[in-house]
């Protein structure tokens, strides 16, 4: 994140030069007892730096690697690559040595989009093979089949989600033509959800966290013409936004932190934002329809991420050019990473991230394409110790200083 410097900032040496007379002594005193507070107001802080970890990229073994990468709170990112070698397959890593959790050959033909990762390093993802299709879950060894077509099922979700008690979510086509979201662990599995009513269909992404919860992306019944984003916790079904009321027209696909707070893109009549919820209070953390806004458009169905911190990230691009990943309405104070920024030897001309990128840590995993043909995919560590003054603080030092001053003249 970079540091913002703005007319408060520079109201500090503005000031430290003017030559005030005795007449405005009393004037700078009322000034100084209104500002003395903001020094210890508690202002929030700013992170003032990023760094960047190379987990993987195409200079080494792979020739591609996939844009939907998941990161787990020990800072462990799962993906899916192809191979130099041929073929491709589910890997994790943290900056270190790869793991690999499954490669095409003998067993699978392909992998689906978006692999999950929970903090003991167990991996959720779909796959085809010669003879069918499945949701298995694994850490290196042997792999655990959580469901597959040979019965009920005739399809799967391409994104399932896996929770640190081992429960992965993931979406089905069963019966005739039916759609449904399901949970288990290997055993007896949950429907969470099925098109028989209030739903008429589901998106291709699902989320769970620690307490069960799992949120998704629907269509309403045939009729109603509205769709929006929902929780299932214990059989009670939430709707955390529509479009049935309010301004919202349509949604991203949703992003589900451990305390069960959301985030998702969203259009209007006039725009789209990136917004959460919590608690049921909606918050706005960018859009590009508010007056000044920087932000021109937001990227990716599955764009936006959230933690238990609240934090949210996204991707952006802005209305004087450029783009990156952001976590807040500044373009300044809080970019992650933009285009043209260097990164590992080179710039960065497109940026990419998945609705799981995002850890309780403040660890952020994206994909990097760079100027020299490289796609990287890289961990950021976002300070949040790490803190500036904020502008009032600064001039209430500014104003304390100088009283300072008058008070040694009049001594004098």
Known sequence: MRLRVNSAYLSYSFLAEVMVSKSLQWTLQTLTAGLWLSIFSGAPAQAVGVSFTQVASTSSSFSSLGSNASINNAGTIVFQGSLSSGGNGIFTGDGGTLTTIATTGSSFSSFGNTASINSAGTVAFSANSATGQGVFTGGGGALTPIADNSGTFLFFNTSPAINDSGTVAFGALFGIANTGIFAGNGGVLTTIATDSGPFAGFSNTVAINNSGTVAFRALLDAGV????????????TTTIVDNLNGAFSSFGNPSLSSVGSTSFLATTSTGAGVYSVSGGAL???????SANTPFQGFVGGNGTAINSLGTVAFRAN???GGGGIFVGSDPLTDSVIRIGDALFGSTVTNLQLGSQSLNDNNQLTFLATLADGRQVLTR???????????????????ALGLWGTFAARKKK
């Open 380 to 398: 950021a560590d976002i300070p949040n110790t790490q803190t500036v003054p904020e502008p009032a603080s600064l001039v209430g030092m500014a």
């Open 318 to 320: 802005l209305r004087g």
């Open 283 to 289: 918050v706005t953390i960018a859009d590009n329809f």
């Open 225 to 236: 013409n509205g769709e929006g984003i929902f929780s299932v916790n214990g059989g009670a």
